[in-house]
């Protein structure tokens, strides 16, 4: 399957369940139980499936992958952090803007592209580059305890038993001590990541909400800007600097394309920052990175 299929196959599912919400097929809260079967079972089976009959021999290079996440996603939230200065926002809504600014969708939307046009081999890269985000979602976990308060352990609980975390830790540790699980274990992840992808979109386009939007325009069109022009361009940058080529080049690109994490939105409602912007910034970057992934993938040919 080409891009710009992928793309469209894509589009399909995310209309698809914001289609049902808008018909009452399905309701908005529908999909917290449709993200607890994707967080907690299809991905995690989806990425050990990766991990496990992957090609870890290059393990290294693949490490720059997550380091090269982190910086670009820094730099994105320094730029949103900067703009909501100068614009006055209040204290709730500049961490509002300069979360979202900064944390990437490379899970929920970035592994079905990335799975759909560069197959299982661009996936690991893909996991790579997730994990980057995973530990920006953990530092933004401290930084907002410091800032507003909370428990520790909270945020150490929510990383350690993040099951895509340990679906690539025991992926990784399988493949590397060529550890032999069996014929019909792979089957039964296979079934069981198969259900990713659909389940993922449509979960996506349950949670699409364009009501908050009107009020935080510019924080959302500031936002959308870093996350699907200017985070690839120092993502293509920073390949360029570290001397990444091929599908690692390629994939971390991509990824840096990608819009808003709805993690961010997860942080927001956490810490009780600005739930509304972050909605909009979420919700405004997604839409408009169905027009520019295709651009995207197109220029990177």
Do not use: Q
């Not at 079967?37 to 720059?64: C, H, K, Q, R, W």
């Not at 990335?114 to 299982?120: A, E």
């Not at 009501?211 to 022009?229: H, M, P, Q, R, W």
Request: charged fraction near 10%; include cysteine; glycine fraction near 10%.
């Amino acid at each position: 399957m080409n891009s710009l299929e992928t793309i469209i196959s894509i589009i399909v599912l995310i209309i698809i369940g914001y289609a049902a919400k808008r018909i009452g097929l399905l309701k908005p809260e529908d999909s917290i139980t449709l993200n607890k079967v994707v967080i907690n079972i299809a991905i995690p089976s989806l990425i050990f499936m990766a991990m496990y009959t992957a090609d870890l021999s290059n393990i290294g290079s693949l490490a720059e992958i997550t380091g090269l996440c982190i910086l670009v996603g820094a730099a994105g939230g320094l730029v949103g952090y900067i703009f909501s200065k100068i614009r006055g926002y209040s204290k709730k809504t500049r961490w509002s803007v300069t979360v979202t600014s900064t944390m990437f969708n490379s899970g929920f939307l970035g592994y079905p592209v990335v799975l759909g046009v560069f197959g299982t081999a661009g996936l690991v890269r893909a996991v790579f580059y997730d994990a980057g985000s995973t530990i920006i979602f953990i530092c933004f976990g401290i930084i907002f305890l410091l800032l507003f308060g909370g428990k520790y352990s909270e945020i150490a609980k929510r990383a350690l038993l993040f099951p895509p975390v340990w679906g690539i830790v025991l992926g990784v540790a399988v493949n590397l001590l060529h550890i032999k699980i069996g014929s019909m274990a792979p089957s039964i992840l296979k079934y069981l990541s198969g259900a990713a992808i659909p389940l993922i979109m449509m979960s996506l386009g349950l949670s699409l909400d364009v009501s908050s939007l009107k009020n935080y325009i510019e924080e959302a069109i500031a936002v959308s800007g870093i996350k699907l022009i200017l985070a690839p361009l120092i993502a293509l940058l920073l390949v360029s600097i570290f001397g990444l080529s091929g599908l690692n080049s390629t994939v971390t690109v991509v990824e840096a394309g990608m819009p808003s994490a709805m993690l961010a939105l997860v942080l927001a409602i956490t810490y009780d920052l600005d739930v509304k912007a972050a909605s909009a910034c979420i919700f405004l970057s997604t839409v408009l990175s169905m027009v520019t992934l295709p651009i995207l993938m197109l220029i990177l040919g």
